[in-house]
Nanobody, 116 residues
Framework: QVQLVESGGGLVQPGGSLRLSCAAS????????MRWYRQAPGKEREFVAG????????NYADSVKGRFAISRDNAKNTVYLQMNSLKPEDTAVYYC?????????WGQGTQVTVSS
């Protein structure tokens, strides 16, 4: 059974930092591209960041470029999202996604709230 389990969310003040983790099990992690998405209340889910299987290709949504960094550790079956200089508009549920061709797996999400 495939599981993606996010952790690391919470409440942080504007300008602060958080590091999200997504631990994968039940799949050959190293052959999956990994992505982070987020969904704010009343909005559609949106792409945040993606990383290729070996980590050689990375891309970001324009709204987070220069502030967020995605990375992965294939030995630990884990993908990370380092979030710096957080803004109130970053408040959302953050989801981990594993993709290989037409196969997609999703985690349950972790809440990130940026507020003073």
């Amino acid at each position: 059974q495939v599981q993606l389990v996010e952790s690391g969310g919470g409440l942080v003040q504007p300008g602060g930092s958080l590091r999200l983790s997504c631990a994968a099990s039940g799949l050959a992690f190293s052959v999956y591209a990994m992505r982070w998405y987020r969904q704010a209340p009343g909005k559609e889910r949106e792409f945040v960041a993606g990383i290729s299987q070996a980590g050689g290709s990375i891309n970001y949504a324009d709204s987070v470029k220069g502030r967020f960094a995605i990375s992965r550790d294939n030995a630990k079956n884990t993908v990370y999202l380092q979030m710096n200089s957080l803004k109130p508009e970053d408040t959302a549920v953050y989801y981990c996604n594993g993709n290989m061709y037409t196969i997609n797996y999703w985690g349950q999400g972790t809440q990130v709230t940026v507020s003073s």
